[in-house]
Nanobody
Framework: QVQLVESGGGLVQPGGSLRLSCAAS????????MRWYRQAPGKQRELVAT???????NYADSVKGRFTISRDNAKNTVFLQMNNMKPDDTAVYYC????????????WGQGTQVTVSS
């Protein structure tokens, strides 16, 4: 059974920082591509960041230079470090991966709310 549990969301002022965590079970994050998505009210879900099994990363243009995705293999956890945050970063953030047998089988966490406001 695959389970992804996000944590670390909350309230932050513009220019501040948060670190989100995604604790995984049922998979080994070291050999899975892991992703962070976000969805703001009234907007489509957006892919924010990806880290592959080889360690390469990719980011949405809107967060490049501000966000960093990483993993801790010993903890089987993926992180999203968010710096210099903006109000437009306000969203529910979701951890995601897919089955190694089928890309159509997606696994999602329950999400963690991030609100950027002064």
């Amino acid at each position: 059974q695959v389970q992804l549990v996000e944590s670390g969301g909350g309230l932050v002022q513009p220019g501040g920082s948060l670190r989100l965590s995604c604790a995984a079970s049922g998979i080994i994050v070291r050999i899975y591509a892991m992703r962070w998505y976000r969805q703001a009210p009234g907007k489509q879900r957006e892919l924010v960041a990806t880290i592959t099994s080889g360690g390469s990363t990719n980011y949405a243009d809107s967060v490049k230079g501000r966000f960093t995705i990483s993993r801790d293999n010993a903890k089987n956890t993926v992180f999203l470090q968010m710096n210099n945050m903006k109000p437009d970063d306000t969203a529910v953030y979701y951890c995601n991966t897919n089955s190694r047998f089928s890309a159509d089988t997606q696994y999602w966490g329950q999400g963690t709310q991030v609100t950027v406001s002064s």
